[in-house]
């Protein structure tokens, strides 16, 4: 017997936990603060986060997820054990975990995902491909004998597939999401204002401003330093140069979801004509992401209810219905106690 349930998401950007029949636990930013010295672990997660770009010279903030896969084994645990911490009650019982992991990861990313969370507290880790989950918590019928296509743009990564009986017939996954749209926002600005900022800035001028069609109005103040007189320097950012900016990595997003529609079978594809795409990461948030979306495809584009959450909905789903389980196995890890 388990004494707690739990599914996780480990993003890239953000880490979000679910309970059984407690729905989400917590959420906190995939960022760890590390002290250069000992290495020793000196935040984790919002409280990190709010460090990025205002740290000493002996503290540094990473990211210990990078593309959805684990990037450092030892910033990752202590990411996991402090979001496992939450659950009241379970601090000297090992929780059964469910965690999400990408189609493409190879057998040494999946085991590393189990390991971390594993050293982390968890008695057993069952895995669940990211995309499958993302339509389930999307409410999708993944489990079902009918062809559903999911597009989760994160941070990382964009992951497409096509989804049958709980399982991805075709996929793929492209390193073009959240962050290199916030770099090339970084470099746009650097260029046309000779203004240094940094990712936290650059990620709200993409979130107020930014959109996945062109013709939006909107403009941000924003505050960095001046290239040449190295002073703070304030300047108006419009929707135009930041659309104009996040264009090519924009096409790079449709040529994936096109690359996927391309090796789909055709009894999926007349599937898919009829459900449309589901759009889930908080990329897909954009203004105008799903009506880009369904100006390439042609297809009918809905945007989940919860984009940033539907990964750990999912996850909840199957820890709901113990009977869907077997679909969903990928790997589990049966190390430490069981
Ligand atoms: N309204 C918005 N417009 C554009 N981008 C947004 C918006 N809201 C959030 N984002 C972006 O969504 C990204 C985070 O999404 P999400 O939490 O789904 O990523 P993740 O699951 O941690 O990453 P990954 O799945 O790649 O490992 C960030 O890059 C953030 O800037
Ligand atoms: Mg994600």
């Given at each position: 017997m388990f004494a707690q349930e739990i599914g996780i998401d480990l993003g890239s950007a953000n880490t979000v936990v679910v309970a059984k029949r407690k729905g989400i636990i917590a959420r906190e930013p995939s960022v760890v603060a590390i002290n250069r010295n000992t290495q020793a672990v000196v935040a984790v997660g919002a409280e990190a986060h709010r460090m990025i770009g205002r740290t000493p010279d002996t503290i540094m903030s990473a990211h210990?997820?990078?593309?959805?896969?684990?990037?450092?084994?030892?910033?990752?645990?202590?990411?996991?054990?402090?979001v496992m911490r939450k659950i009241a009650g379970s601090r000297w019982l090992r929780p059964r975990v469910i965690m999400t992991m990408q189609t493409s990861a190879s057998e040494l990313e999946r085991h590393a995902l189990a390991e971390a969370a594993i050293q982390a507290g968890a008695g057993e880790v069952l895995m669940v491909e990211e995309t499958v989950a993302a339509g389930l918590g999307a409410g999708l019928p993944v489990d079902r004998p009918v062809g559903s296509l999911l597009v989760d743009i994160g941070s990382g990564t964009t992951n497409i597939a096509v989804i049958s009986l709980g399982g991805v017939v075709v996929s793929a996954s492209a390193p073009v999401a959240g962050d290199q749209l916030d770099e090339v926002v970084a470099r746009y600005i650097k260029r046309e204002f000779s203004l240094l900022i940094g990712s936290p800035t650059a990620e709200r001028v993409k979130v107020e401003v930014g959109a996945a069609l062109p013709g939006r109005t909107a403009s941000t103040m924003i505050v960095g330093r001046h290239m040449t007189t190295g002073n703070p320097c304030q300047v108006q950012v419009g929707a135009a140069g930041v659309y104009e900016a996040m264009a090519e990595s924009l096409t790079q997003i449709d040529l994936a979801v096109q690359s996927v529609l391309e090796r789909t079978p055709p009894e999926l594809m007349a599937d898919i004509s009829r459900s449309g795409i589901v759009l889930t990461g908080g990329g897909s948030m954009m203004t105008g992401m799903a009506e880009r979306m369904s100006q390439v495809t042609g297809l009918a584009v809905r945007l989940a209810e919860s984009p940033q959450e539907s990964v750990a909905i999912g996850t909840a789903v199957v820890l709901e219905h113990p009977n869907r389980i077997n679909l969903y196995r990928v790997k589990p890890a049966r190390r430490g106690k069981k």
């Open positions: 210990p997820v990078r593309g959805g896969v684990i990037s450092d084994m030892e910033q990752s645990t202590a990411l996991l054990r402090h």
